[in-house]
């Protein structure tokens, strides 16, 4: 079983940054996607950014690209998520996740098998 832990969310001004972190722990995989998911009250979640674990390919929402830019650690199992010039639309819960075969669609919340907790962002105007 894997285990997801997210941290850093926080509150932060307009423009500011953040840095979201990804904790995995469990057992090893040969070929995944880890993503970053996001919910507002109200609203659908959405895919943000996903990582290839091998190659590092990133994909990014097009709300995002250019401001968000998604990395990994492999020797500590981590993921992260660097937000700058961020928005009050941004202001959601951030989910990380993980898809065991990456062969499938990164984008869809459905195809993710492991879940974390969420972390809470709020960017105030």
């Known amino acids: 079983q894997v285990q997801l832990v997210e941290s850093g969310g926080g509150l932060v001004q307009a423009g500011g940054s953040l840095r979201l972190s990804c904790a995995a722990s469990?057992?090893?995989?040969?070929?995944?996607?880890m993503g970053w998911f996001r919910q507002a009250p109200g609203k659908e979640r959405e895919f943000v950014a996903a990582i290839r674990w091998s190659g590092g390919t990133t994909y990014y929402a097009g709300s995002v690209k250019g401001r968000f830019t998604m990395s990994r650690d492999n020797a500590k199992n981590m993921v992260y998520l660097q937000m700058n010039s961020l928005k009050p639309e941004d202001t959601a819960v951030y989910y990380c996740a993980l898809e065991l075969d990456d062969r499938w669609r990164y984008y869809s919340a459905g195809e993710y098998d492991y879940w974390g907790q969420g972390t809470q962002v709020t960017v105030s105007s």
């Open positions: 469990g057992r090893t995989f040969s070929s995944y996607i």
